[in-house]
Each structure stands twice: as structure tokens, then as C-alpha cells.
T-cell receptor, first 114, second 111 residues
Framework: GAVVSQHPSWVICKSGTSVKIECRSL??????MFWYRQFPKQSLMLMAT?????????EQGVEKDKFLINHASLTLSTLTVTSAHPEDSSFYIC??????????FGQGTRLTVV | LAKTTQPISMDSYEGQEVNITCSHN???????ITWYQQFPSQGPRFIIQ???TKVTNEVASLFIPADRKSSTLSLPRVSLSDTAVYYC????????????FGKGTMLLVSP
């Protein structure tokens, strides 16, 4: 099946710094990728939709200036958490669709802000 | 988007068949039903997808009644490694840009 890869799998950063998370579709072109956040024992919450070559669409309540999304190519989307704070600590997951109705998910990135 | 309702948790034993039912009363004509499995600290993994009647693959079966207002994921002969959270999602092809996850069902398989 199609593969979506995230990097890094986990990251620890100091409060106030920025962290970039990469999401790559390894064997297909993804014009649209999606970013989710998941807190412990909770479900996935859609943060934003990343569109290649255009601005991302953010869900209500998600700060676009804090969570910068760039989708510069058909195989790569990045999420940058700017000026991270402990409350941003979470599990971030990306997904992509290869047309059709099936979404493929990355393995997730565990962000811990200390 | 059709909202889904699943049991919060289920318990089973190794070797048993497990059926998880999802309610989606407001499913639209062009909506598909997809089930995902998620282990702790991993991204969701696709299990099965269907539109109507029955779909079977190497890991599960999906039963969808004629009115499509619910669906049942059937896992035959579960093992300890099937302990995970299972999500039922409903969305049309264009609606996959806004996949909305419900709370999911935490399946615990015991020896």
C-alpha cells in the first residue's frame, strides 16, 4: 500500500523554540495532505489541510501563525510549530490521499516541549 | 459530515470473533465507510472500506445493512496484537479533505 512517512518520530525542544515536522508521500503524489493533533487518550483532531502550491486551510481554533504549514511539492508537506510552549506537547500526525477514498497516515511525531 | 457513534471500549479473549458496530444515521449517498486501527504512539492504519453490503479482506470483514445507517467491523479470531483503538469514519470522496475522527473503540484482547 501507499506509504506516508513523517520525520522526526519524536522531538524534544525548549520552550520558545520552533520545531519543523516533515510529512512525505513516498510512492505517490499527494496534492493534499492533512495535519492532525492527538492528545493522550483522545481522538485525532484535524488541524489543517495542506494544499500543494497554495495556502493551507486551518480548522477553527487553530492558530495559523503558530502552526505554519508549507506544501512546496507534491510529496512533501511541513508543519512548523513556532514559539513552542509546553501546552503544544502532543502527537502530531499527517495523512495524504492518493485520489479516491483511502487516506494514508504517517507514523506520527511525538513533540515534547520542556 | 456524518457523525459516528461507537462503543467506547470492548473486551475479548484470544481466538474469539469481535464485532464492533458503528452508527452513522446521517450518512450521505456518496459517503464511504472506512475503518482504521491505531496503536499507541502510531498513526492510524487502514483496515477496510465499504459502501454497501459486505466487504472482506485478509484481516477483517465489514457488514453494511441496506439502509447504511450502521456498519459492523468483524475481526475473526483476534489475538493479543489486535488490542488497539478502532475508528469508524464516514466521508465521501471529496469529503476526505475533512476526515473527522470520532472517539473510537478501545479493544482489549486478553489471553
Amino acid at each position: 500500500g501507499a506509504v506516508v512517512s513523517q520525520h522526526p518520530s519524536w522531538v524534544i525542544c525548549k520552550s520558545g523554540t520552533s520545531v519543523k515536522i516533515e510529512c512525505r508521500s513516498l510512492d505517490f503524489q499527494a496534492t493534499t495532505m492533512f495535519w492532525y493533533r492527538q492528545f493522550p487518550k483522545q481522538s485525532l483532531m484535524l488541524m489543517a489541510t495542506s494544499n500543494e502550491g497554495s495556502k493551507a486551510t486551518y480548522e477553527q481554533g487553530v492558530e495559523k501563525d503558530k502552526f505554519l504549514i508549507n506544501h512546496a511539492s507534491l510529496t512533501l508537506s511541513t508543519l512548523t510549530v513556532t514559539s513552542a510552549h509546553p501546552e503544544d506537547s502532543s502527537f502530531y500526525i499527517c495523512s495524504a490521499t492518493r485520489g479516491g477514498t483511502e487516506a494514508f497516515f504517517g507514523q506520527g511525531t511525538r513533540l515534547t516541549v520542556v | 459530515l456524518a457523525k459516528t457513534t461507537q462503543p467506547i471500549s470492548m473486551d475479548s479473549y484470544e481466538g474469539q470473533e469481535v464485532n464492533i458496530t458503528c452508527s452513522h444515521n446521517n450518512i450521505a449517498t456518496n459517503d464511504y465507510i472506512t475503518w482504521y486501527q491505531q496503536f499507541p504512539s502510531q498513526g492510524p492504519r487502514f483496515i477496510i472500506q465499504g459502501y454497501k453490503t459486505k466487504v472482506t479482506n485478509e484481516v477483517a470483514s465489514l457488514f453494511i445493512p441496506a439502509d447504511r445507517k450502521s456498519s459492523t467491523l468483524s475481526l475473526p479470531r483476534v489475538s493479543l496484537s489486535d488490542t488497539a483503538v478502532y475508528y469508524c469514519l464516514v466521508a465521501g470522496e471529496r469529503g476526505y479533505s475533512t476526515l473527522t475522527f470520532g472517539k473510537g473503540t478501545m479493544l482489549l484482547v486478553s489471553p
